[in-house]
C-alpha cells in the first residue's frame, strides 16, 4: 500500500492571519510546517520560534533551500501575483490570501502560470469552507427554499484601520482597496450560491477624515442582481455590532447563515391555526438556535477552542486544497476560476463608484529633521509626531513603507526606511538626529522570542543612536511592568517592579529592555529618559481599548476588577506634550516619569460618560480578577498537557490584578522635574477623550 505524501508547507508572509493558516496546516493530516518568510526578519523570527520551524527574510532563498513543496502567500495583496508566479515556476503549489489579486486579469495570469508549471493554485475563500454554509448550500440546491428571488450577504464588523491605524498600510492607501480587501468574503459567498454577479448601483457613505488628508467610506450598499435573483451586499466598517450573515429568501422558507459564528437558522411558514401559528415558528426558531449554539460549544471545548468558527473555516479551506491536489482534482470552491467570478463582481463594483473625494495636494518642501520617530504610525507615535510639527520641529518618521498618515505636513515629515534588525541601517537613518523617540514594540509569543525581537531591538536602536551621536535617546516602556495589585500602594517611578519572572509577556518584556538600556547607559551610551504612559486615550485612539477591560465586540466589555477604582488615563496630546518636555528638559536625562494624569475617573465613569455624551451605551459588566486567574490556570495547563504546548505558563496572580490598575500612581516627578501639566479638569478631560475623538465614527 503506497503511503500518503507528506507536504512541506511554507508560509510567505508573517502577519496577522499567519497564524491562523500555520495552525491549520498543523491539524491537517499530511501536512508540516516548514518555514516562514518575510522581508521583515525579525517578523519572520518571531513566528518561526512560535513553532519550531526555519526562518527566512528572503523567498528566493528559502525556495532554493528546498524546504518546501507548498506555499501559502499571505502578503499584502498587491505583492500576490508576482509572488504567486515566482513559487509556481519554481515547482511549489500556491495557495494565496484573499484577495488573491487586483484584478481578474492578475488573476488568469495566474491560473495561466499554474497550468504551465503543472501545479495547482488556490485562493483562500475560507469561509467557504464552513460547515454551516455547506448546509445552506444544499438546503437551496434541495429546493428547501422553494423558489430563491433573494439574497443579502452583509460585512458589518468594526475597522481599526479606520479609526486609530496604522494609514501607512495597503489597505488604507486607496478607497478602492477597501472593497478589494473586505470584498471577497461577501462576494465569494455570493458567487458561490448564484454564479455571475452584475452590479447595478453602488452607494457610499458614513465618511471619515482620515490623517494625513482624504476621507474614506465606512458603508457601502451594492446593489445587483444573479439571473433573476436580486442581491444586496452591504458591508459596515464603523463600531458596530457584528454582522456577518447570508439571508436567503424564497418562496418556500427564508434560511440565515451567520458566518462568523458558523451558525444555520431556518424559517418556514406552518399549518397550524391561529395563535399556534406563530408561537410554533418562533419555537422552531430557537430549537434551532439552541442546537446550533450547543453543538457549536461542544465543539470549541472538545478540541480546546482549536475549531472556534474562524479556525474551523481555515481547516476546511487546508483540507480541501491539499485534498484536491491528493486526487489531482482540485476542490471547485478554491480554484482561480471561482475567484474570478468573485473578482469580476468586486470590478463591476469599483466600475459603478461615485465620484470620489479628490486627493489633498501635498505640501511642497523639504524638511530638516533634528527629531526621529521610531514607532511613528502608531496611535501614540502619530500624535508625537503631529505635537512636535506644531512646537516648530521637522521630524524623521522610521517606516516600512514610503507612506504614512503625514502627507497633510509632508514639508514637515520625512519618512525613511530602515529595518529594526540592521544595526548600520539605523545608525545611517539617525545620521543629524539630536533626538530619538523609540515607541516600537514587537508582537511576540514566547520569552525567547521577545528577548530577539523587543529587548534586542531596543538596544539595537540605543547602539545605532550611539554611533550616529544623538545626544538623547527617550524609550517608551509601559506602566504595566509594575505590580498594581495593591490597592493601598502608591506607585511612584522609585516603586521597584517586583518579580517579573511570571508576569505577562508585554510587562516582562519592557521591564527587561528598560534594565538592559540602562545598563548600557552606565557603561557610557546614548544619554536615556525612560517614560510609562498610562491608558492613552484621545482622537486617533481605539473605543475598544483593552487596558480598560476584556471586549467582545465594541458592544459589551468586561471590566478588569469592578471598574470602580481610579484608573491613570492620561491624554495623548499630554502624553506627548510629557514626551516632547523629556526631550527639551536637560534634567529628564538618566530619568524615568510615569506619564499618567491626574486622577478623574474610574472604568465605569469612563463608560457612563460616553453613555450620556454621545448616547451610546455599552453592556458593561465588572470581573472578579482571582476567578480569571484561576481559569487561566486551567487553560494554561490544558494547553501544557493536553495541546502539549510547553511553553504555556499562565501569570501570577499579582499579574492579573495588576490588569485592574488597583494601585494609585503619583505624577509629582513629571510635574516638577518636566513642568507637564496634564489635563485636570474633568470635564475638559471628557470633552477631548471622548467628544473629539471619533470613538465609533
Request: hydrophobic residues 40%; aromatic residues 6%.
Amino acid at each position: 500500500m503506497t503511503a500518503t505524501p507528506e507536504y512541506r508547507v511554507g508560509i510567505v508572509g508573517a502577519g496577522y492571519i499567519a497564524s491562523w493558516h500555520a495552525d491549520a496546516i498543523r491539524a491537517t493530516p499530511g501536512l508540516r510546517l516548514a518555514a516562514v518568510c518575510d522581508p521583515a526578519a525579525e517578523a519572520a523570527a518571531g513566528l518561526a520560534a512560535s513553532y519550531g520551524i526555519a526562518a527566512f527574510d528572503d523567498l528566493q532563498v528559502m525556495i532554493d533551500a528546498g524546504v518546501c513543496d507548498a506555499v501559502h502567500i499571505l502578503t499584502p495583496p498587491h505583492l500576490h501575483r508576482d509572488l504567486a508566479l515566482q513559487c509556481l515556476r519554481a515547482g511549489l503549489h500556491v495557495l494565496v490570501e484573499k484577495p488573491a489579486a487586483l484584478s481578474v486579469a492578475e488573476l488568469r495570469e495566474m491560473a495561466e502560470g499554474a497550468a504551465q508549471a503543472g501545479k495547482v493554485l488556490g485562493v483562500c475563500h475560507n469561509f467557504l469552507a464552513l460547515p454551516s454554509f455547506r448546509r445552506l448550500q444544499a438546503l437551496r440546491d434541495g429546493g428547501g427554499l422553494g423558489l430563491v428571488s433573494g439574497v443579502q450577504v452583509n460585512w458589518s464588523l468594526p475597522l481599526p484601520p479606520l479609526r486609530s491605524g496604522p494609514y501607512g498600510i495597503w489597505l488604507m492607501r486607496d478607497t478602492r482597496n477597501l472593497l478589494l480587501e473586505l470584498g471577497p468574503h461577501p462576494f465569494s459567498l455570493a458567487t458561490e450560491l448564484l454564479g455571475p454577479i452584475e452590479v447595478d448601483h453602488v452607494a457610499l457613505g458614513q465618511w471619515i477624515d482620515i490623517p494625513g488628508g482624504g476621507r474614506r467610506p465606512q458603508s457601502w450598499r451594492i446593489l445587483a442582481r444573479a439571473g433573476d435573483v436580486d442581491l444586496t451586499i452591504a458591508l459596515s466598517l464603523v463600531e458596530t455590532f457584528d454582522d456577518r450573515s447570508v439571508t436567503v429568501r424564497g418562496s418556500s422558507g427564508m434560511a440565515r447563515l451567520d458566518y462568523a459564528a458558523d451558525t444555520l437558522v431556518v424559517s418556514r411558514e406552518n399549518t397550524s391555526e391561529l395563535v399556534l401559528n406563530p408561537l410554533r415558528k418562533e419555537l422552531a426558531q430557537a430549537g434551532q438556535h439552541l442546537r446550533e449554539g450547543v453543538v457549536n460549544a461542544l465543539r470549541q471545548a472538545g478540541s480546546l477552542n482549536q475549531k472556534s468558527p474562524y479556525g474551523l473555516s481555515f481547516r476546511g479551506t487546508v483540507a480541501g486544497f491539499y485534498g484536491g491536489i491528493r486526487k489531482n482534482s482540485p476542490d471547485p470552491r478554491f480554484t482561480p476560476e471561482k475567484a474570478m467570478l468573485a473578482m469580476q463582481g468586486i470590478e463591476h463594483a469599483l466600475a459603478a463608484l461615485p465620484p470620489l473625494p479628490p486627493v489633498p495636494a501635498v505640501p511642497a518642501g523639504q524638511p530638516a529633521p533634528r527629531v526621529m520617530v521610531i514607532g511613528g504610525t502608531g496611535f501614540i507615535g502619530r500624535n508625537l509626531t503631529r505635537r512636535l510639527v506644531e512646537k516648530g520641529h521637522d521630524v524623521r518618521v522610521l517606516s516600512r513603507g514610503r507612506s504614512g498618515p503625514f502627507a497633510d505636513i509632508a514639508d514637515r515629515v520625512e519618512l525613511v526606511g530602515a529595518s529594526l534588525q540592521d544595526e548600520e541601517g539605523l545608525a545611517r537613518a539617525m545620521q543629524g538626529i539630536d533626538c530619538v523617540f523609540n515607541l516600537a514594540r514587537s508582537h511576540d509569543h514566547s520569552w525567547e522570542s521577545a528577548l530577539k525581537n523587543d529587548v534586542g531591538t531596543a538596544l539595537r536602536i540605543a547602539r545605532a543612536a550611539q554611533a550616529a551621536g544623538v545626544g538623547r535617546l527617550v524609550y517608551t516602556g509601559t506602566i504595566a511592568s509594575y505590580d498594581m495589585s495593591d490597592p493601598a500602594q502608591v506607585i511612584t517611578e522609585d516603586t521597584p517592579f517586583g518579580d517579573l519572572e511570571r508576569r505577562n509577556l508585554y510587562a516582562r518584556s519592557k521591564a527587561e529592555c528598560e534594565r538592559q538600556l540602562l545598563a548600557h547607559r552606565a557603561q557610557g551610551g546614548v544619554p536615556l529618559v525612560i517614560a510609562r504612559p498610562g491608558i492613552v486615550v484621545g482622537d486617533g485612539g481605539p473605543l475598544q481599548h483593552w487596558g480598560i477591560g476584556r471586549w467582545h465586540g465594541a458592544g459589551a466589555v468586561r471590566l478588569w476588577g469592578s471598574g470602580r477604582n481610579i484608573l491613570p488615563f492620561v491624554l495623548a496630546d499630554d502624553a506627548s506634550d510629557g514626551l516632547i518636555a523629556m526631550m527639551e528638559r536637560p534634567e529628564a536625562v538618566d530619568q524615568s516619569f510615569n506619564l499618567t494624569g491626574q486622577p478623574l475617573l474610574t472604568g465605569r465613569d469612563y463608560f457612563d460618560a460616553i453613555h450620556r455624551r454621545l448616547g451610546a451605551k455599552l453592556r458593561v459588566t465588572s470581573s472578579n480578577l482571582t476567578l480569571l486567574w484561576a481559569a487561566d490556570q486551567v487553560k494554561q495547563g490544558l494547553k501544557r498537557y493536553a495541546l502539549r504546548r510547553k511553553d504555556a505558563h499562565g501569570p501570577i496572580l499579582a499579574d492579573w490584578k495588576s490588569r485592574g490598575h488597583l494601585s494609585r500612581f503619583d505624577n509629582a516627578r513629571a510635574r516638577n522635574l518636566l513642568g507637564w501639566q496634564p489635563e485636570a479638569d474633568r470635564e475638559n478631560f471628557l470633552r477631548r477623550a471622548i467628544d473629539e475623538a471619533h470613538l465609533f465614527m
